[in-house]
């Protein structure tokens, strides 16, 4: 049986990587030497080409890391590489919490490490060659020494206290552990720009004046009670701009990067905090929160009948099962049913941003938002002519013509 798991899980992760760069190609499909007419009054002729260029790189680049993080995943399961971290994390312990935390320790960071050049070529030679990049390499190295603490200490302890739990009550388990993790789910969604933001940005409550004095009457005129409005410094990383709505109940806060309220007008922020807000009336946010509980309730009591199969650990060359090395198993196992459950929080996302935008554009203005989209998608370099399939499998928000396509019935 042990065998039969083993070439399952080698073939899960065949199959996955092969569609993956399946739809991949597909995107390709869709690159044009000449600006498209659909794009026309979107993109300039100069500005298309640099966005195709900067496709094309991400596309080489990403086909060499996927590979590279291929084959060295399937080197770890066909010579029994978990087998040997398991190992050494026995040898240097007896206690089932600590061997977790070293297996996983040495994982988590010997895969950082070695995907470490990628990322530095990424940031400073990709991103930096089409005008994005702003992270120096005092920031970087600061972000991935507090990027190995906060995972350590939250990732740690969280996986410290499942693990505990799992010693006291064996299979069933997954029911405590859900209670665990839905009230560490919730406390981080209330706390998290409270708590994590600020080791890694500054984030500054957003001036008086004209700004957020739209803002706040907008507010007030669809009965949304705000008093937390936010700048935060993304333009220390990058020239990217972005806005987002975080937090639950009187810790709700809308969160606008510097690069946003540089680059667009008053009426243009405020439509995109519209926006933002038509998630948080629609209930997105909750509705979020309850299904992302439901689903690890669902993971979780899977695992808890799974965990200590003694056919997991031997398939990963393990003769004695332990929770490590049984949750490394059952991750690629369960990687059928995930490709399922995210095709359906694919539709779903792209159904709220839908009805947020609705909300945006009966509320404040069409034009302004789909004018802020532009500038958003252009000034990123987005791709605007995506293939379906890569569509409907990965995308959580509709494509921007698809977004501006569906705005043109509610402008004025």
């Given at each position: 049986?042990?065998?039969?798991?083993?070439?399952?899980i080698?073939?899960?992760?065949?199959?996955?990587?092969?569609?993956?760069?399946?739809?991949?190609?597909?995107?390709?499909?869709?690159w044009?030497?000449?600006?498209?007419?659909?794009?026309?009054?979107?993109?300039?002729?100069?500005?298309?080409?640099?966005?195709?260029?900067?496709?094309?790189?991400?596309?080489?680049?990403?086909?060499?890391t996927?590979?590279?993080?291929?084959?060295?995943?399937?080197?770890m399961?066909?010579?029994?590489?978990?087998?040997?971290v398991?190992?050494?994390?026995?040898?240097?312990?007896?206690?089932?919490?600590?061997?977790?935390?070293?297996?996983?320790?040495?994982?988590?960071f010997?895969?950082?490490?070695?995907?470490?050049p990628?990322?530095?070529?990424?940031?400073?030679?990709?991103?930096?060659?089409?005008?994005?990049?702003?992270t120096?390499?005092?920031?970087?190295?600061?972000?991935?020494?507090?990027?190995?603490?906060?995972?350590?200490?939250?990732?740690g302890?969280?996986?410290?206290?499942?693990?505990?739990?799992?010693?006291?009550?064996?299979?069933?388990?997954?029911?405590?552990?859900?209670?665990?993790?839905?009230?560490?789910?919730?406390?981080m969604?209330?706390?998290?720009?409270?708590?994590?933001?600020?080791?890694?940005?500054?984030?500054?409550?957003?001036?008086?004046?004209?700004l957020?004095?739209?803002?706040?009457?907008?507010?007030?005129?669809v009965?949304?009670?705000?008093?937390?409005?936010?700048?935060?410094?993304?333009?220390?990383?990058?020239?990217?701009?972005?806005?987002?709505?975080t937090?639950?109940?009187?810790?709700?806060?809308?969160?606008?990067?510097?690069t946003?309220?540089?680059?667009?007008?008053?009426e243009?922020?405020?439509?995109?905090?519209?926006?933002?807000?038509?998630?948080?009336?629609?209930k997105?946010?909750v509705q979020?929160?309850?299904i992302?509980?439901?689903?690890?309730?669902?993971?979780?009591?899977?695992?808890?009948?799974l965990?200590?199969?003694?056919?997991?650990?031997?398939?990963?060359?393990?003769?004695?099962p332990?929770?490590?090395?049984?949750?490394?198993?059952f991750?690629?196992?369960?990687?059928?049913?995930?490709f399922?459950t995210?095709?359906?929080?694919?539709?779903?996302?792209r159904?709220?941003?839908y009805?947020?935008?609705?909300?945006a554009?009966?509320?404040?203005?069409?034009?302004?938002?789909?004018?802020a989209?532009?500038?958003?998608?252009?000034n990123?370099?987005?791709?605007?002519?995506?293939?379906?399939?890569?569509?409907?499998?990965?995308?959580?928000?509709?494509?921007?013509?698809?977004?501006?396509?569906?705005?043109?019935?509610?402008?004025?």
């Amino acid at each position: 049986m042990h065998e039969f798991l083993f070439w399952l899980i080698i073939a899960i992760l065949a199959v996955d990587f092969l569609f993956e760069k399946y739809l991949d190609y597909l995107n390709t499909t869709k690159w044009s030497d000449t600006l498209p007419e659909e794009v026309k009054g979107i993109y300039d002729e100069e500005k298309y080409r640099k966005q195709q260029a900067y496709q094309r790189e991400n596309h080489r680049f990403g086909m060499l890391t996927g590979s590279f993080s291929m084959v060295l995943t399937l080197g770890m399961f066909l010579f029994f590489g978990f087998a040997l971290v398991d190992s050494w994390a026995w040898s240097l312990t007896s206690s089932a919490i600590l061997a977790a935390l070293v297996f996983f320790g040495i994982l988590m960071f010997a895969s950082d490490l070695i995907h470490l050049p990628f990322s530095v070529y990424a940031v400073f030679k990709i991103e930096e060659k089409y005008g994005f990049n702003k992270t120096t390499p005092k920031i970087f190295v600061l972000d991935k020494i507090k990027g190995w603490l906060v995972s350590g200490i939250i990732g740690g302890g969280l996986l410290a206290l499942i693990v505990f739990i799992y010693q006291k009550t064996g299979t069933g388990f997954w029911f405590y552990a859900w209670v665990v993790v839905s009230v560490f789910s919730i406390f981080m969604a209330m706390f998290y720009s409270n708590l994590i933001v600020p080791l890694f940005n500054k984030q500054t409550p957003l001036e008086d004046g004209e700004l957020r004095d739209a803002i706040s009457d907008f507010s007030k005129k669809v009965g949304f009670k705000l008093d937390n409005i936010f700048v935060i410094d993304g333009s220390k990383r990058s020239t990217k701009a972005n806005a987002y709505f975080t937090g639950l109940g009187s810790k709700k806060r809308i969160v606008l990067y510097d690069t946003l309220i540089k680059d667009m007008t008053t009426e243009e922020i405020v439509s995109v905090l519209a926006h933002e807000i038509g998630h948080n009336k629609k209930k997105h946010v909750v509705q979020g929160l309850i299904i992302g509980l439901l689903q690890t309730g669902i993971v979780l009591f899977i695992l808890g009948l799974l965990i200590n199969n003694p056919h997991l650990s031997r398939a990963l060359g393990v003769e004695e099962p332990n929770f490590h090395i049984g949750l490394v198993a059952f991750g690629v196992l369960y990687t059928p049913i995930s490709f399922f459950t995210g095709i359906f929080m694919n539709i779903l996302s792209r159904r709220n941003e839908y009805q947020a935008d609705r909300f945006a554009a009966e509320n404040y203005s069409a034009e302004a938002l789909a004018s802020a989209l532009k500038k958003l998608s252009v000034n990123n370099l987005s791709n605007l002519t995506p293939h379906k399939a890569y569509v409907f499998f990965h995308y959580s928000h509709p494509t921007l013509l698809q977004r501006l396509d569906h705005l043109k019935q509610y402008e004025k």
